[in-house]
Nanobody
Framework: VQLVESGGGLVQPGGSLRLSCAASGVDISINTMAWYRQAPGKQREWVATITDRGTTNYPSSVKGRFTISRDNAKNTVNLQMNTLKPEDTAVYYC????????WGQGTQVTVSS
């Protein structure tokens, strides 16, 4: 089982990024999948969830700015992030919800002018 996150980078405040998570060895279509993030010196936190039926959920900190989606044919989970803020700076990871897979390497998102 492997999760590989990609799409991170450096972006100015107000900008957008689209993250992708490619899963192998696990069928994401039958799992609730989620994105998490961990900022320096802070605990990992949840930022988006999508159920096997496509129901999405977000914490208030990102609701209205982030959109999670899933491509079952490609076995990938995506995170569209708009109106990014400096406080969104973190390493972003995908996993199941609750998480039971080994964590991938994550992808760094840095929001700075």
């Amino acid at each position: 089982v492997q999760l590989v996150e990609s799409g991170g980078g450096l972006v100015q405040p107000g900008g957008s990024l689209r993250l992708s998570c490619a899963a192998s060895g696990v069928d994401i279509s039958i799992n609730t999948m989620a994105w998490y993030r961990q900022a320096p010196g802070k605990q990992r936190e949840w930022v988006a969830t999508i159920t096997d039926r496509g129901t999405t959920n977000y914490p208030s900190s990102v609701k209205g700015r982030f959109t999670i989606s899933r491509d079952n044919a490609k076995n990938t989970v995506n995170l569209q992030m708009n109106t990014l803020k400096p406080e969104d700076t973190a390493v972003y990871y995908c996993n199941t919800s609750p998480h039971w897979l080994a964590w991938g390497q994550g992808t760094q998102v840095t929001v700075s002018s």
